[in-house]
């Protein structure tokens, strides 16, 4: 008498759960490494840096840090002649290197990019951040939305963070109204730290979509292609450095 043939089947299935679970215990494992690693790795780089210290240690003998200056911009949302401003919906882009903050990530199960909580010229900072400053706004780029910085593991960093500017331009030659080409420039610059620590280099500035400009303002076009970021060099006779 042939043998019932439905324990194989039901023992095949048996083999199957318990393949399933013995790779579901091994993704568990894998993923409660990495997080124990990364809160080791985090642990230990806060410690490190000192949030109101630049990478440089502030040594005069050392190079500045170079930082990179990018804006994407997405949207022009207000003009005012009269009102002498403007208003700018844009994500502000940083990057630099912060040799503090590398790691081997095989010391921390191979975690090789985390996050941080980045404060301009703040102890609550965890840590060091441009204190880049739009120095023709009406409010600080300080109080824009809070974003965790990004970290890779040679040190290089990433600050990402949109924002609406409220620019005070300096509107000039308006005498052909409503037929002039106006410009108004957003001055960035570091807040406390000079050239000789922190040296801020433009980098892109990115018009995205297929128009820059808010339909309440449409009278206004966007010359996109005369849009460009520039530095300036300022020497204070009081202040030397």
Not at 27 to 46: D, I, M, T
Not at 142 to 152: F, G, I, L, P
Not at 159 to 178: G, H, L, N, Q
Not at 182 to 199: H, I, P, T, Y
Request: with cysteine; aromatic share 12%; proline share 5%.
């Amino acid at each position: 008498m042939p043998m019932d043939p439905k324990p194989k089947i039901i023992e095949l299935f048996n083999m199957r759960a318990l393949i399933l679970l013995a790779l579901s215990c091994c993704v568990r494992q894998v993923c409660g490494g990495r997080a124990e690693g990364e809160a080791r790795l985090r642990s230990r780089l806060v410690n490190a840096s000192e949030a109101l210290v630049t990478p440089n240690g502030l040594n005069h003998d050392l190079e500045p840090i170079d930082v990179n200056v990018g804006m994407n911009v997405y949207k022009i949302r207000d003009m005012s002649i009269s009102e002498m401003r403007m208003e700018v919906s844009a994500w502000l882009r940083l990057s630099w290197k912060d040799t503090r903050l590398a790691w081997e990530p095989s010391d921390y199960d191979y975690v090789n990019q985390t996050v941080f909580k980045g404060l301009p010229a703040s102890d609550e900072s965890e840590i060091w951040v441009p204190d880049l400053e739009l120095m023709n706004a009406e409010e600080s780029v300080y109080d824009v939305s809070r974003k965790s910085v990004q970290v890779w593991s040679d040190g290089t960093t990433f600050w990402s963070r949109p924002a609406i500017y409220k620019v005070i331009c300096s509107f000039t030659d308006v005498e052909d109204f409503p037929y002039d080409t106006l410009s108004c420039v957003m001055d960035f610059s570091g807040w406390a730290r000079s050239g000789l620590f922190v040296n801020y280099i433009p980098g892109d500035l990115v018009f995205l979509g297929s128009t820059a400009v808010n339909d309440d303002i449409a009278e206004f076009n966007v010359n996109k292609e005369g849009c460009r970021s520039f530095k300036t060099d300022y020497f204070y006779e009081c202040c030397p450095d």
